[in-house]
T-cell receptor
Framework: SQQGEEDPQALSIQEGENATMNCSYKTSINNLQWYRQNSGRGLVHLILIRSNEREKHSGRLRVTLDTSKKSSSLLITASRAADTASYFCATDGETSGSRLTFGEGTQLTVNP | DAGVTQSPTHLIKTRGQHVTLRCSPISGHKSVSWYQQVLGQGPQFIFQYYEKEERGRGNFPDRFSARQFPNYSSELNVNALLLGDSALYLC????????????FGPGTRLTVT
């Protein structure tokens, strides 16, 4: 079964708008990572947030983590058509070592 | 710096055959993990190796095996291929375990007919 679940499954926005994707997980984690995947190709690492961190920024990306709610969000500001991709969250847990458990992903479409 | 590399890019096999997929980690990375991604789903963990030792195995049958070499590159072997093994196979490397980012290669697209 999936540890992480992304919400929504699909998101369509206009260029320049912000996109917010959410991820929930079930068990205690060490880290949570967000990845982007274009058209079934390899995963591109976006950002890692540790369990003792609450927020992290990288360029146009902002990630938050709420361990009490077992959830994370990824915000992409001022979206571009090139941001069109699938976005996955992945967790590694206290008992699972560094193996990553992925959700089903959010398909983001940014319309020009 | 070169990222994670995988070969081949694409592969077509028939049921019952055997396949070997290869992965070279980022220079300096000692941990390699393998994932299977079926179309429309998130990647599923298969194996993790660190310093040439198996550190984790996912819920995959014994037809799947892997190893890591002294130069930290890795092979994933799948025997007696089934149609359901058709997927994108992803390799990821990290500096060490745990607490480090995992970087993925472009994947090998395996089609079993």
């Amino acid at each position: 079964s999936q540890q992480g679940e992304e919400d929504p499954q699909a998101l369509s926005i206009q260029e320049g708008e912000n996109a917010t994707m959410n991820c929930s997980y079930k068990t205690s984690i060490n880290n949570l990572q967000w990845y982007r995947q274009n058209s079934g190709r390899g995963l591109v690492h976006l950002i890692l947030i540790r369990s003792n961190e609450r927020e992290k920024h990288s360029g146009r990306l902002r990630v938050t983590l709420d361990t009490s709610k077992k959830s994370s969000s990824l915000l992409i500001t001022a979206s571009r058509a090139a941001d069109t991709a699938s976005y996955f969250c992945a967790t590694d847990g206290e008992t699972s070592g560094s193996r990553l458990t992925f959700g089903e992903g959010t398909q983001l479409t940014v319309n020009p | 710096d070169a990222g994670v590399t995988q070969s081949p890019t694409h592969l077509i096999k028939t049921r019952g055959q055997h396949v070997t997929l290869r992965c070279s980690p980022i220079s300096g990375h000692k941990s390699v993990s393998w994932y299977q991604q079926v179309l429309g789903q998130g990647p599923q963990f298969i194996f993790q190796y660190y310093e040439k030792e198996e550190r984790g195995r996912g819920n995959f049958p014994d037809r799947f095996s892997a190893r890591q070499f002294p130069n930290y590159s890795s092979e994933l072997n799948v025997n007696a291929l089934l149609l359901g093994d058709s997927a994108l196979y992803l390799c990821a490397s990290s500096f060490q375990e745990p607490y480090y980012e995992q970087y993925f290669g472009p994947g090998t697209r395996l089609t079993v007919t």
